[in-house]
Nanobody
Framework: QVQLVESGGGLVQAGGSLRLSCTAS????????MGWYRQAPGKQRELVAG???????SYADSVKGRFTISRDNAKNTVYLQLNSLKPEDTVVYYC??????????????WGQGTQVTVSS
């Protein structure tokens, strides 16, 4: 009933930038927190950045000062601007949203993931 579709991943040289987008669609009544996670092979998925509906943001220490999360509530879209990229940022990035579908409880939804590859 709810789909999160990510875009914007790709290949970039170290020091470069990318902008990830994630749009939620479906029978959405409201969206609370949204965020971006990443997962390297063999490791647990970790929170990269989160943003509340009111725009309060939080970041993992490893990306503070380099990544910026933002959202457009009217478009049900969350963005992640990735600057000063490093080879260690090479992983799959996943979008997450806390969504309320009418007549159903709040639930977490995930995107399919988008690959970011940073070459040295």
């Amino acid at each position: 009933q709810v789909q999160l579709v990510e875009s914007g991943g790709g290949l970039v040289q170290a020091g470069g930038s990318l902008r990830l987008s994630c749009t939620a669609s479906g029978r959405i009544f409201s969206i609370n927190a949204m965020g971006w996670y990443r997962q390297a092979p063999g490791k647990q998925r970790e929170l990269v950045a989160g943003i509340t509906r009111d725009g309060v943001t939080s970041y993992a220490d490893s990306v503070k000062g380099r990544f910026t999360i933002s959202r457009d509530n009217a478009k049900n879209t969350v963005y992640l601007q990735l600057n000063s990229l490093k080879p260690e940022d090479t992983v799959v990035y996943y979008c997450n949203a806390d969504v309320k579908v009418l007549f159903r409880p709040w639930a977490d939804y995930w995107g399919q993931g988008t690959q970011v590859t940073v070459s040295s």
